[in-house]
């Protein structure tokens, strides 16, 4: 059995470093959410405690799928990778991508920064050509294929686009003879369908997206952004479905739907078992809340 375990949304916080003149455009009204609103519902104190049962659980491989930062600061990358080497788990068994916090501004986005700093959580078993995404990670008899979904809007949307290029590159991986024979897992920030409007905040191509999905196939698609437990089923091949799923942010301190939690999926053969681990306020603890056959 192979266990994914998916974190989402953490969130992290840091200045350090920081010059008044990187708080100027988007950042300044982002630096002010997190000021007077963003750091009540995100506490750090629960990612620390997230982090000791993920090692307690022990899975095999880790998926974080974006929004390790607020506005795209080093500090807060930085943070994130204390976070990653304190749980002990090798670059190989951890898959980091990148949400649209960490695509706040375009400077950030042009010079590679969030690729420099979790280089070693983005090597590629397959790649087609030399584009960043999607890249392939080869785990077993799972092919983690990991999708970049986060673009600089230049607004203060928070919507996500995949582009014309990457998308070819995506279905030509799916379909490569190393990807598809085994387990294959799609991992992007925003979901594939629209759970939460406005538009403003939910990906522009996703039509296309589901188009490549129904050409190819996939066994599981995991995303994170809208901060809660999402499930749907999109068109695959011959008439199939795929699970796309959601988790909640890692580190929310909302009631307890919505609270501090990660999934963990069992991979046995074709067979795939879900199961969601939150923290559960009254007790101080993390407790498995939810559990089902999703495949198999």
């Known amino acids: 059995m192979f266990r994914l375990a998916h974190v989402t949304d953490p969130h992290f916080r840091g200045f350090s470093g920081a010059r008044p003149a990187d708080f100027l455009g988007k950042r300044a009204v982002g630096a002010a959410n997190l000021l007077l609103n963003r750091r009540r519902k995100f506490r750090m104190e629960l990612l620390e405690d997230l982090r000791e049962d993920l090692r307690t659980r022990n899975p095999d491989h880790l998926a974080l799928t974006g929004d390790l930062s607020n506005v795209s600061l080093p500090a807060e990358w930085q943070a994130a990778e204390r976070w990653l080497d304190a749980l ?21 986005v042009r010079a590679g920064l969030f690729e420099r ?12 050509g030399e584009a960043t995404y999607p890249f392939v990670r080869l785990r077993g008899e799972v092919a983690l294929v990991a999708v970049n979904t986060s673009v600089p809007t230049g607004d203060l949307g928070a919507w996500g686009e995949i582009g014309d290029a990457q998308l070819a590159r995506l279905e030509a991986l799916l379909t490569s003879p190393e990807v598809r024979r085994r387990v294959r897992v799609v991992l992007l920030h925003h979901p594939p369908v629209v759970h939460r409007p406005p538009e403003a905040r939910n990906l522009r191509d996703r039509d296309r997206l589901l188009a490549v999905l129904a050409r190819t196939g996939a066994d599981l698609v995991l995303h994170g952004h809208d901060h809660r437990d999402e ?17 909640g942010s890692a580190s929310y301190a909302g009631g307890p739907d919505r609270r501090s939690r990660y999934n963990v999926y069992e991979i046995e053969g074709r067979r795939i078992t879900l199961a969601t681990v939150a923290h559960d306020e009254s007790t101080d603890t993390y407790r498995e809340v939810r559990r089902e056959p999703l495949a198999g």
Do not use: C, K, M, W
């Not at 700093?117 to 087609?128: G, P, S, V, W």
């Open 231 to 247: 499930q749907v089923r999109v068109p695959g091949p011959d008439g199939t479905t795929i699970p796309a799923i959601g988790a």
């Open 117 to 128: 700093q979790f280089a070693r959580y983005q090597t590629a078993d397959l790649r087609d």
């Open 88 to 108: 002990g788990s090798p670059g190989e068994a951890v898959t980091v991508i990148p949400g649209n916090h960490d695509a706040y501004v375009e400077e950030v």
